[in-house]
Structure formats: C-alpha cells, structure tokens
C-alpha cells in the first residue's frame, strides 16, 4: 500500500536514504573568510572583478543565510515541568523567554511586565526538537518525479552537488513538522551514492527562499552512504559490491586530499595561477579541513568499523552514523571514537542490512556511553521522535537498561544539537541558548502527550489553540482541504 | 464462521477444531501453559470490550475457549492461575492490513509473496495465505507486543487477491488460517498501477468484472461448454469472485480520495457488493456517507502528509472525525517505517494516537479488538473477551496504549506463546560488552 519512509522507496530503484557525517576540529563557520586576490578589481583592464567563485575559499557561503528572528515579546512559561537537556528535571519551574534567548530559567524567575504569561499547570517544556535526518523539501510532499530531488544518480560521488538547491520551501512537510516541536532539521541528500553532497540546516520557519530558512552560521555536512543502496544503484556500471564502493571512497578522498594541499598552498602563497576549482572536491578537503562534518549512512556494525577506518587513513571524523541498525553492536566502539550514532527506534527487517534492528538500540547506545540520537528519515515520523525515544526507553528496560527522561530527552534535543555543530546555541534549556522551545501538553514520552506551542528564537511559531495562525504553504491553498471547507 | 459450502468454496480453508490444532502445536513447540487445562486470569481490569470494564475481574479459559469473563467467577480447583493484580486484560489486538508471513525482507524479492502477477491487473484468485511462512520471523515481534491475530492482505493490481485472517499461533499455515479468504482486496483511484489508465476506466473494469463473474456464476455449466460470451477475467478469477457478488466476502478496496471513496460507494450500489475501504485518507470528507452505507474504513491515525494527489486531506484526526459521523473504524499501524510487517506490533500505538487526537480511548480499543473481527466475519471467535470465544488474551502491565507498558502474557487458543524474537537475542547478546562470544584476549 503506501510507501512511507525513504529507505523503502530507495529499495524500488528510487532511492532515498542518507546519513552520514564528519568531522571536526577545526576553522569555525563564522570565522572571517581569507580574503581572495583573485576577486580585486581590476583596474588595469576596467572589466568588472571577477566573483568570489573563481577561488576555492574554505568556509566560503554563496548562498548565505537570510533568516532573521522576528521581534518577539518576552514570553514566560511557569509552574511547568521543564527537561532541560542540560541536567535534572525543572519540576514547578518557570522559563523566560526574551530577545530571541532563553533569559532565565528555574524554580523562581522574575518577568517583565509586559511579557505574556503562560500558565504550565500539567503540562511540559523541552527544547524544540531536532531532527539530524530528513529530506524535507528535497523529497517534499506530494510525492512523485517532480519533487523527487534528493538523489542526484548520476555518479556515485556527487560531492558537488548541495542539497539546498533541491529545497522547496513550499513542502507542506515542514509546517507539520513544526506542529510537531520541530525546530531544527538537517535536510540531506539521499543514500543512493556512496557520497551524496552538501547537507543543509533549516529552522521551520515559513519563508519563499531556502537561503530565508537556512540556520545562520551552521556547518554544512557531507552526506556518505555505506552498503546496499550504492551498489544496488550502481550495479550495472560499478561500484556493485562493498569492496568497490570502499575503493570509491577512498579514491575520492585520495583526490581530496590533493585538491586541498593544492588550493591551501596557493591561499598561502599566491605563487603562480589558482587552482582550478572543483566543487566536489572543494566539499570534500573541506572535510578534511574539519569544516564541514561527515554524516554516514550505515546499517551494519561491521561497515561502520570500515568506515571509521577510512576515516582515520584520511584524516577525518565521522561526527554521526545514520540509521545504524546495528550501532549496538560496536556501542563501546562508538563511545571512544566519539561518534554519535543517529538511530530509529524500531525500522528494522525491510532489507538485508537492516535485518536486526532491535528497538533498544538507542538505550544500549546510550548506556554505553556513545551519544545516542532519534532520527526519522522519514517525515511521519519526524513528527513524533519523542514517541520513538519512548519506544526505545521501554525497549531498554526491559532488557534492564533504564533511561531518564534527563537522558532520553538528550536524544532529540541536545545530541542532534551536536551532531550538527550547534549545540552551543540550541538543543537545551540554558540561559543563553536560542529560545527554541515546546510546550507540550503532557509528559512527551507519553501517547496521549501534543504540542501545544512551538517558540524559535523566542518568537511565537505554533499555537495549537490557534488555527488562524498555523503556517500553510502556498502549496496548500486551494489543495489541502480544512474541516468544514474551512468554515468557522 | 462459514465462509461458504460447496466446491465454489474450493479456496477457501476452514479452521479445524481448536483443540486438534492446540494439540498439534503443542508437539511443535514448548510453551509455557499446557493445551486441554484451565487457566484463570484474576485480580486485573479487565476490558472485555463487549461489555463495560471489570475491576478486579476473572477470565476463565478451558481448552482455549474462554468459559467465564466476570467479577465472580468461581476458579475452579487444578485451574492455571495467572495473577494480574494491577495489570490490564483486553483481548488480543488484531491488524488488518498486512503483510506477515508472506513478507520477510521487503528487498529481497524470493522472501516476497505478496503480490501476484495476475491477468491484466486481476489477480482475484490468487490465495495469497499459500505463501504464508509459518518459520518468518516477524511474528513473533508482532505477538510478542500484543497482537494475536492479523488479515494477510495482497497487494498490486486493479484486483490484488484474497486475504486471510490468521492467529499468531506457532505451527503450520493450517493451524493459524483463522479464516480465508476474509476479504477479497482491491483498489481505485491509482488507475495506472492497475493495468487501466484513468479512473472512469477503472470504474467500468470494476463494474465489468463483478457482474461478469454474476454472470457466470449462473452460467457455468455453459462456459464449460464454451456457450457464453467472452468474460472479463479468466475462470479462476471469476469462481474467486462469486463469494463476492453473493454478498459473502467484502470487497476491500483501498481508495484514499474522498471522491474515489464515493466511486467505490457507487460501484458497491451498482453492483451489489459489499466493500471495506482501506487507507482512506479523505474518508473523513465523506463520514456521513460512509457511515450511511454502513460501509467499515480501516484506516491509520498517523498519516497526516499530503503524499500524493489522492491524499491531499490526509489528516491525523481522520479516526475521531469517523468515529464522530459514526462511521465504523478498523484502526491500523501507519506511522512509519514497515508498519505492515515488522512494525504491525505498533498498532497500539495508533490506537494511544487515535486517542490523543479526539478519539474516546474505548472506541480506540474496539478499533483495535472487536471492530476488525466484525468488519472480518469473525467476532463470534475473536476481538472481544466473553464466553464462548477463542481465548486470544493479553495481560498489559498498565494501559496497553503507553509505550511504557508492558506485555505481560499472550495467550492464542488459550495456550501461553512466549517465544523470544531474534530481535530479543540479539539485544541479549549485546546487552553487556564484550558480548559472550567474543574471545577474551
């Protein structure tokens, strides 16, 4: 009947899937950019100066950010339960939300007068949800050839090619998924190539461009895919077995690795012309540069164990493995080499690789110390990691692994934060952080639990009691139907 | 329970006695409780779903067949005492819509038996309970969770096949066929996956094909001869379909579109069927309708994606907005991610969402229980907890609809399966570094 989550629709030719990245220490995003010789005026000649384009710049962004937070008035939850991701469960506390920060937080705190005050009785705060894994608006609802644009299958290594070209900011998807307490998302190429391009990080905000959703300052990450899809896809020209989709990712990053001593030398010395310039292989020795993280699609431990090895011959980090059926495998593995591992509760059996999935997948992973993250690839269940923690927290008890709320929450805020570079601006209630918050209406591991409201930035983005308000896409006017024909 | 006599039955497979099948899988596998015993269940809530809740209720079974459901039944001595103070007892959940024992691995396509090639996208005589894998492993996942009994529905094509309702009993496709066929399974509005190219030609093959098989069914002995004209299906397919246009077998047709969902209304007027129609996603547009005709939508509460241009309405209140008009509601997994086979245990959880988006907890539970058996002809076996029906049970630690709950018994035909999945030995063996057959260095 429905095909519902990309990896199944990878299995009939189509492909989507993805996960993976990288890396690591490194040149900060924000950092000021090398200035670029090649792009002075040219004087001599009175032509216009060629773009920044004609040079390789690391952090360089062509396509910058063009969100900025709306005003917001102050807005204090209190008497409410409050999973901070950042330590012990708030019971009666209150937060305070102002410009844009969460400005206090605890037992006590003082509001403004003037700010909105909302009466938490019963009900929870966590930090607005983030989902390291979907393909939001690269393979947006409705489905079909039209929007399918998550898997550029024309090679097995498109490092080149950045998922915010495939963005449609019109995705009925993402108003669902803000309604839901999601705040944050990685949207990333598909899985159908053992390297599938730049990922892209979005806030659900409502906005006509890609570059007005797009998270000031995030890093990019490289989507990698291990395992059957690239073979599949690539069957009939190659790579068509692991071994050759290993000899294709260590032959791109052989390239790399030259491209980026090349193009540091010339920044360093401008002797001579510049390099020409690769886009692939300007994402990929921005791995190697730590500046851009590697997000891993892999199923099976024994792959993950490869890929890690790849990964220390050429000189990067894996910041996550996406899906990761069997992470708990290779859990104290995952632990020294700090690596995330970014998992479903209970996908499991539909192919080979992901024959044993086990649901307490993420508890293990996170009893052995390996930081644990719920992911969807999926944009149901994108709308409800809370409820798959849930599912994985039950799992692990029986099995006599107890997760905390504390811990589990860590799961969906703070741990994805990380996974994406972020966590020094959201995934926790801190004073300091972006205040980007849910309200839920019960305890968010409980079924019956709903999201009552959604703040990014401190601004008001979702009020359940409020239909007026809801975002809908343009794509919806006309085509989504509203109870009553949308009478009051 | 009859399905049907006669050879034009030929297909369909009735259950034998409980007792011969307890008594053959008893020698197949080990389980916990033996077969010809009473058991009794005492002290729990009990959720009989026929009737009002049972504080502090009893349920009595003996040999597989529950006797006595109530606050005073009388335990008798000898009896298997299952103490369920403080837990939850509701009958054994049932799914409707999926792809057990036919699916093992979704893409490798020799563990696949769920569609059939057919003729022309009719396919209505194919069984598609003679591939059921007694050996897959994804029942026990689903059993182990709760469910007990599940409709193996076929897929593709204007005509898929016929579906089968089994118990979760371990043994052989014999012992759990429950009933088949239970439902003949069809589909509208995706006309090109079904060998036609638009939906008023859909419409018409539909129309065609039912009354030719009426039609032959009244005239066989002539079609032997080669007397009749030209049918519209090969014979098979029309013998499979007779139960159809006799008003024994429901047409399941899947239609998302709340015009296709009336189409299928018109067809069933039209042609004199009776039809179920399942993913529905607009079939809240058209609840009064559906509730007029008194025709059942089995239909998630998880889906709320404008997916396709036949689901533009997908809502995650279709449920409570059914139940509302009064429409029957047979609820399903559809959340995400194999809900039709490894995840057909996460119907629960439909159901607790169901809940949370306005339907009333109980009618939740009957959408999950007593509801399906009713849509599927066999509530005078299963899908509720009185006297008389097959004891399909289940012990909760709390509310069966929380993740936090736990399963703590299942027993089928009155026997106790406790039969750990792979998925349970796999969360064994790692379940502490270095697993056990690591060396030790």
Redesign the interface.
Known sequence: MRIRFAEQAAIGGLVMVLGACAPAQATPATQPRPAAPATQARADTGRPAPGPGAVSTPNADPFPSTYVAPASRATLIRDVTILTAAGPTIRNGSVLLRDGKIAAVGTTVAAPADAEVIDGRGKYVTPGVIDDHSHLGVYAAPGGDALSDGNELTNPVTANVWAEHSVWPQDPQFPRALASGVTTAQILPGSGNLIGGRSVVLKMVPSATVQGMKFPGAKYGLKMACGENPKRVYANRGPSTRMGNVAGYRAAWIQAEAYRRRWDKWTADHQGDAPQRDLGLETLAEVLRGNILVHNHCYRADEMAQMIDIAKEFGYKIRSFHHGVEAYKIADRLAKEGISASLWSDWGGFKMEAMDGVRANLAMVSAAGARAIVHSDDPSGMQRLNQDAAKAMAAGEQIGIHTTEDEAIKWLTINPAWALGLDDRIGSIEVGKNADVVLWSADPFSVYARVDRVWIDGAAAYDRANPATWWRTDFELGNVPLPNGGAK | MKTGTGNRERGTVRRRSVVFIAALATVLVTTKAAVAQTVAITGGKVYPVSGPPIENGTVLVRNGTIVAVGANVAVPNGATRIDATGKWVTPGLINV?TGLGVT?????PNTVDRAARGDSGIAASFPVWEGINPAS??FAPARNEGITSVVVVP?GGLIAGQAALIDLVPGTVTDMIDKAPVAMVAQFGDARSGGSNARGEQYVRLKELIEDARTYSRRRAEFDRAQTRPFAARRADLEALIPVVEGRLPLMV?ADR?SDIEAVLRLAREVNVKVII??GA?S??VADKLAAANVPVVVGS????????A???SRQDTPA?LQRARAKVVLIA??????????V??LK?DA??A???GMSWDDALRAITLTPAEVMGVANRVGSLQAGRDANIVVWSGDP??????VEHVFIRGREVAQPSR?DE???R??T???AYRRKP
């Open positions: 819509l093992e691995i979704g893409a490798v492993t994804m897929t899947n709340a399942a993913g607009e809240w547009e998880m889906a709320n994606i404008p997916e396709s241009f689901a533009l309405g907005l559809n959340g995400s991610g194999g809900e039709e086979v490894f995840n245990r996460n959880y607790g969402v809940v949370a988006y609809f929380e993740f936090a709950t736990r998925q796999l969360m064994q790692y379940r570094f270095p697993p």
